[in-house]
């Protein structure tokens, strides 16, 4: 049978495309574009010519045994000490030559531990913002042990805010547990046990009633029979910051 | 984080309702992952009007055959364009050319598409005009003589024996090429349907309820086109030719509408634990584009529309109004059932908790000017097409 015209023409751009395809698949494209092997050992060559940078954690412990020691027990001891204290090939080679940078900013600490609702629950993780602000991590933790989040002694790790405006106020000398008595589970678990209020017009009177016994001189005195009769003080009055100054 | 960054997250934060993952909140198949399936199931539909003609012998559809062949080419060159602007650098499409990657589901459709253009379409198209490409390679002036001459692979044997070759070779594509649209679009479906973290997707139905609202928005486009297009000739309409097709246009649409309901009403009976945020799912975000523009307007109406027409014997010119009004329709119900799926399996979160919300970009390479351009970039095409290889036989006598 006689072979059509078309099918010859068809042929040979089947030919040339068929042609084309192998030509580019294995003489164009470099091999380790192809092979997997090749293409993962190209990669390792090349990322192994480049300079290092990091000593180890083993080279660290050869002579900082007493800190290799505490932070192997510690909740960091999977962290890498060049993690913090920045890549040093060049201190473990040469200790005198070179001494590494330590990274005490908040941020550094702050990349694992500011608030996130997506990591683990008991992470300990704390507000940026409104913990401590001004003052860096390591001055009440020490990274190489770090402690559970200890109950605060005083209130002003949480409540900074209150206690700075409380600091430039008139009643900077009072202490919190003046006018708050705060049960000690409040510590662990500030949400369900709330510290009190002053519950009754008396308690502010005491200074700032006419005629109070021992009230200091300074504090502005109200009739407290006449004065806003119906609320307690500290629903006008903002007892941090209070307004009144004589 | 910029300060823009955080402003931009703000305005996303208002958007979402309930509990949603962190990595939830951009929605990543956008509106050009909404235009793929379309274009593409266009095709599949396109090509599977034209096999009437051949495999099923179905003479009625006969002035649509090469229009069908020419809208299935066009809509197919700009298929793969969504994909590749919305993969972020298109400039670097002939890497996938070169490192095929034949184990992932999603490059997968480079083999499909390959083997439907080159092995199907291109071969269909080039025996169907063969002929005519010889005939117009000899009256053409120059330099088109020139084009038809490489476009006819300076075949010159227009020998009965020939031409009886070329139909036989037609046939048998044909046949081959129903299972390849199936399998273009039906793979497009797949990739949904296969997605089983998403409950929205995840459903053996899916590749199956692709295709019939493939076959349904192909049917229709090349009405709408025909209509158009012998409008702008001044041409009469065939109109045993339209009743035909609208006729199978309607039969595709209940296939279509059963399926649809049949995938419904088994995720409400398997009532599985994604049921309620899926409820939400329809009757908050997807309200207007479900019930109202592809249940309503793109199925129910255009149903009403075509039985009427049908049963009441109005004349032609009435018929031809509801049928453009029909088809039309349809492609903007067929529209919206694509941005359901591909946007509405994006709109909850994985936790079942939460919906997000779909801001489009106007500008940008995945914004609303992009899926316009693409949307009309393959009429562009098909007006070259048409230009250059007519929609009818040529019936000159051969210069000897």
Redesign the interface.
Same mark, same amino acid.
């Given at each position: 049978m006689r072979i &059509?015209?078309?099918?010859h023409?068809?042929a040979?751009?089947l030919a040339i495309?068929i042609g084309g395809t192998l030509l580019?698949r294995f003489v164009i494209?470099p091999r380790s574009?192809?092979s997997t092997e090749l293409h993962w050992a190209q990669t390792t060559q090349r990322e192994a010519t480049r300079p290092l940078k990091f000593a180890g954690s083993t080279a660290c412990q050869d002579c900082h045994e007493d800190v290799a020691a505490k932070k192997a027990k510690s909740f960091h001891r999977v962290l890498a000490c060049e993690g913090c204290h920045t890549p040093s090939i060049k201190h473990a080679e040469d200790p005198s030559a070179a001494k590494p940078t330590v990274l005490r900013e908040r941020k550094l600490c702050a990349t694992c531990h500011a608030y996130d &609702?997506?990591r683990p629950t008991g992470f300990p993780q704390i507000n940026v913002t409104a913990h401590n602000p001004l003052k860096a991590c390591v001055t009440c933790h020490n990274p190489h042990d770090p402690v559970p989040p200890k109950v605060p002694k005083e209130c002003a790790a949480c409540h900074a805010q209150i206690e700075r405006a409380k600091a430039v106020s008139s009643h900077a000398l009072l202490t919190c547990t003046t006018c708050h008595k705060a049960p000690e589970r409040h510590k662990t678990a500030p949400r369900t046990a709330l510290p009190s209020k002053p519950d009754s017009r008396d308690f502010c009177g005491a200074c700032h009633g006419q005629g109070a016994a021992g009230a200091p001189k300074e504090a502005p005195k109200v009739d407290l029979s006449t004065h806003g009769a119906r609320n307690l003080c500290w629903e006008c009055h903002y007892p941090h910051l209070p307004e009144g100054r004589s | 984080m910029t300060a823009q960054a955080r402003e931009g997250l703000y305005e996303l934060l208002e958007q979402v309702t309930g509990f949603i993952y962190p990595n939830e909140i951009e929605i990543h198949w956008s509106i050009l992952i909404v235009v793929y399936p379309y274009v593409t199931g266009l095709v599949a539909g396109a090509f599977i009007l034209a096999s009437l003609v051949k495999v099923f012998a179905i003479k009625e559809v006969q002035p649509t055959y090469r229009l069908s062949l020419l809208t299935a080419l066009a809509f197919l060159l700009v298929a793969p364009l969504p994909l590749l602007l919305h993969l972020g650098q298109p400039q670097r499409f002939y890497e996938i050319l070169l490192t095929p990657n034949p184990s992932s589901a999603m490059a997968m459709f480079g083999f499909v598409y390959a083997w439907y253009l080159m092995g199907v379409l291109l071969l269909e198209i080039w025996f169907e005009y063969r002929r005519d490409l010889i005939v117009l390679a000899q009256t053409s002036r120059s330099p088109l003589n020139r084009v038809y001459r490489v476009l006819s692979l300076f075949s010159k044997d227009v020998s009965p024996e020939a031409l009886a070759f070329d139909r036989k070779a037609i046939q048998v594509i044909t046949i081959i090429g129903i299972p390849s649209a199936f399998l273009l679009h039906g793979y497009v479906g797949f990739i949904f349907g296969s997605v089983k973290a998403n409950p929205w997707w995840g459903s053996v139905l899916m590749p199956i309820v692709f295709l019939m609202s493939a076959i349904v928005s192909g049917i229709a486009l090349v009405i709408f086109l025909y209509m158009v297009l012998t409008a702008l000739r001044r041409e009469p309409i065939d109109m045993a030719c339209l009743d035909k097709i609208t006729s199978y246009l309607f039969y595709a649409v209940i296939v279509d509408f059963s399926l649809e309901a049949l995938d419904f009403i088994h995720r409400l009976y398997q009532s599985e634990e994604s049921v309620k945020i899926l409820g939400k799912l329809i009757t908050h975000k997807l309200f207007l584009s479900l019930f109202v523009i592809q249940i309503l307007l793109g199925m129910f109406i255009p149903l009403g529309i075509l039985v009427l027409a049908k049963a009441r014997g109005f004349n032609d010119d009435l018929r031809k109004l509801l049928y453009f009004t029909a088809v039309i329709l349809i492609q903007i119900g067929i529209f919206a059932t694509r941005w359901n799926v591909v946007i509405g399996g994006q709109l909850f979160s994985k936790s079942f908790r939460g919906l997000m919300a779909y801001k489009m970009e106007v500008m940008g390479l995945e914004g609303l000017v992009a899926a316009l351009v693409l949307l009309a970039l393959p009429f562009v095409i098909l007006a070259v097409l048409i230009r250059l290889l007519p929609t009818t036989r040529l019936e000159e006598p051969l210069t000897p």
């Amino acid at each position: 049978m006689r072979i &059509p015209e078309q099918v010859h023409r068809l042929a040979i751009v089947l030919a040339i495309v068929i042609g084309g395809t192998l030509l580019t698949r294995f003489v164009i494209i470099p091999r380790s574009l192809v092979s997997t092997e090749l293409h993962w050992a190209q990669t390792t060559q090349r990322e192994a010519t480049r300079p290092l940078k990091f000593a180890g954690s083993t080279a660290c412990q050869d002579c900082h045994e007493d800190v290799a020691a505490k932070k192997a027990k510690s909740f960091h001891r999977v962290l890498a000490c060049e993690g913090c204290h920045t890549p040093s090939i060049k201190h473990a080679e040469d200790p005198s030559a070179a001494k590494p940078t330590v990274l005490r900013e908040r941020k550094l600490c702050a990349t694992c531990h500011a608030y996130d &609702p997506s990591r683990p629950t008991g992470f300990p993780q704390i507000n940026v913002t409104a913990h401590n602000p001004l003052k860096a991590c390591v001055t009440c933790h020490n990274p190489h042990d770090p402690v559970p989040p200890k109950v605060p002694k005083e209130c002003a790790a949480c409540h900074a805010q209150i206690e700075r405006a409380k600091a430039v106020s008139s009643h900077a000398l009072l202490t919190c547990t003046t006018c708050h008595k705060a049960p000690e589970r409040h510590k662990t678990a500030p949400r369900t046990a709330l510290p009190s209020k002053p519950d009754s017009r008396d308690f502010c009177g005491a200074c700032h009633g006419q005629g109070a016994a021992g009230a200091p001189k300074e504090a502005p005195k109200v009739d407290l029979s006449t004065h806003g009769a119906r609320n307690l003080c500290w629903e006008c009055h903002y007892p941090h910051l209070p307004e009144g100054r004589s | 984080m910029t300060a823009q960054a955080r402003e931009g997250l703000y305005e996303l934060l208002e958007q979402v309702t309930g509990f949603i993952y962190p990595n939830e909140i951009e929605i990543h198949w956008s509106i050009l992952i909404v235009v793929y399936p379309y274009v593409t199931g266009l095709v599949a539909g396109a090509f599977i009007l034209a096999s009437l003609v051949k495999v099923f012998a179905i003479k009625e559809v006969q002035p649509t055959y090469r229009l069908s062949l020419l809208t299935a080419l066009a809509f197919l060159l700009v298929a793969p364009l969504p994909l590749l602007l919305h993969l972020g650098q298109p400039q670097r499409f002939y890497e996938i050319l070169l490192t095929p990657n034949p184990s992932s589901a999603m490059a997968m459709f480079g083999f499909v598409y390959a083997w439907y253009l080159m092995g199907v379409l291109l071969l269909e198209i080039w025996f169907e005009y063969r002929r005519d490409l010889i005939v117009l390679a000899q009256t053409s002036r120059s330099p088109l003589n020139r084009v038809y001459r490489v476009l006819s692979l300076f075949s010159k044997d227009v020998s009965p024996e020939a031409l009886a070759f070329d139909r036989k070779a037609i046939q048998v594509i044909t046949i081959i090429g129903i299972p390849s649209a199936f399998l273009l679009h039906g793979y497009v479906g797949f990739i949904f349907g296969s997605v089983k973290a998403n409950p929205w997707w995840g459903s053996v139905l899916m590749p199956i309820v692709f295709l019939m609202s493939a076959i349904v928005s192909g049917i229709a486009l090349v009405i709408f086109l025909y209509m158009v297009l012998t409008a702008l000739r001044r041409e009469p309409i065939d109109m045993a030719c339209l009743d035909k097709i609208t006729s199978y246009l309607f039969y595709a649409v209940i296939v279509d509408f059963s399926l649809e309901a049949l995938d419904f009403i088994h995720r409400l009976y398997q009532s599985e634990e994604s049921v309620k945020i899926l409820g939400k799912l329809i009757t908050h975000k997807l309200f207007l584009s479900l019930f109202v523009i592809q249940i309503l307007l793109g199925m129910f109406i255009p149903l009403g529309i075509l039985v009427l027409a049908k049963a009441r014997g109005f004349n032609d010119d009435l018929r031809k109004l509801l049928y453009f009004t029909a088809v039309i329709l349809i492609q903007i119900g067929i529209f919206a059932t694509r941005w359901n799926v591909v946007i509405g399996g994006q709109l909850f979160s994985k936790s079942f908790r939460g919906l997000m919300a779909y801001k489009m970009e106007v500008m940008g390479l995945e914004g609303l000017v992009a899926a316009l351009v693409l949307l009309a970039l393959p009429f562009v095409i098909l007006a070259v097409l048409i230009r250059l290889l007519p929609t009818t036989r040529l019936e000159e006598p051969l210069t000897p």
